[in-house]
Structure formats: structure tokens, C-alpha cells
């Protein structure tokens, strides 16, 4: 199984970035990228100078997302509803993004229950729950 290193994903996002500027042609996983990256005119200067990613520290205490991490949960996202992985999470972001007039801005309220939901996991050393994680997603589709 792959498993990319942090820097590896940060020269994944800036390479995708360079390139979509670039208009050069993209695979389909870049042009998911590319499409979030454009979502995030704030990460943008972050993604321009590569070997500053790669030195980048991003702290809590800083009071600034980790654009990488962002970005990297949007394709996770969007990946586990293209595959429906954990069943049900496709009908459940598109039910919320109906209810938000926007599939980005419902995007961000599944990264908050994905982000409880591995938080709990490393909390408790046990595997993550996708029960409890979809149910999330559900419960702030439906109210």
C-alpha cells in the first residue's frame, strides 16, 4: 500500500498547482486537486514556493490551518464519495450540500467529523469508526 511521506504530499500539491498555472495537463487525481486548490486562493502563496512547504511548521498555537492537510482531507472526501466508502457517505455530503447551497462549504463540516472522528481513534487506540463518522455527517445533513 502507498503511504506518502509529508513531504510528499506537499510537493504533490504544489507540483499540481505549478502545473494547473502552467495549463499543462494534469491526471485525474491533480485535477481533483487542482479544482480544491482553486477553491483556496489563501493556500495559494503557501503552494508556490516549495521548499518553504516543505520546511513549513503549522502549530495550533500559530492560529493557521495546515493548507496541506486541508487540501489533503478535501481529496480524501471527495475520494470516499466517489467510492461510497463508508456506505452512505455520498448520499449523506450531497443531502448536506443541498442543505448548504454548496458542496465546498459541506465539505468543511464532514472534515470536522472526520477530524473527531480519527482524534477519538488516537485518543482511544482503537481502530476509526466509520459508524460513528457517517452518523456524524448524517446528523448535520438532517438538522
Given at each position: 500500500?502507498f503511504t506518502p511521506?509529508?513531504?510528499d504530499?506537499r510537493r504533490?500539491f504544489?507540483k499540481t498547482?505549478?502545473?494547473?498555472q502552467?495549463?499543462?495537463?494534469?491526471s485525474p487525481m491533480?485535477t481533483?486537486?487542482?479544482e480544491w486548490i482553486?477553491?483556496?486562493?489563501?493556500?495559494?502563496a503557501?503552494?508556490?514556493d516549495?521548499?518553504a512547504?516543505?520546511?513549513?511548521?503549522y502549530?495550533?498555537?500559530d492560529?493557521?490551518?495546515?493548507?496541506f492537510l486541508?487540501?489533503?482531507m478535501?481529496l480524501?472526501?471527495?475520494?470516499q464519495c466517489?467510492?461510497?466508502?463508508p456506505?452512505?457517505?455520498r448520499?449523506a455530503v450531497?443531502?448536506?450540500?443541498?442543505?448548504?447551497g454548496?458542496?465546498?462549504?459541506?465539505?468543511?463540516?464532514?472534515?470536522?467529523?472526520?477530524?473527531?472522528?480519527?482524534?477519538?481513534?488516537?485518543?482511544s487506540?482503537?481502530?476509526?469508526d466509520?459508524?460513528?463518522?457517517l452518523?456524524a455527517?448524517?446528523?448535520r445533513?438532517?438538522?
Open positions: 500500500m511521506s509529508q513531504h504530499v504533490f504544489c498547482w505549478r502545473q494547473h502552467a495549463s499543462e495537463p494534469l491533480e481533483l486537486a487542482a482553486a477553491r483556496h486562493p489563501e493556500y495559494h503557501d503552494l508556490a516549495e521548499a512547504a516543505l520546511a513549513a511548521v502549530t495550533v498555537d492560529g493557521r490551518t495546515n493548507p486541508h487540501l489533503s478535501h480524501s472526501i471527495s475520494e466517489s467510492i461510497d466508502q456506505r452512505g457517505i448520499q450531497e443531502l448536506l450540500a443541498a442543505k448548504r454548496e458542496l465546498h462549504d459541506a465539505h468543511h463540516e464532514v472534515m470536522d467529523c472526520l477530524g473527531e472522528m480519527l482524534w477519538q481513534s488516537q485518543r487506540g482503537l481502530p476509526p466509520p459508524h460513528a463518522y452518523d455527517v448524517r446528523r445533513a438532517t438538522r
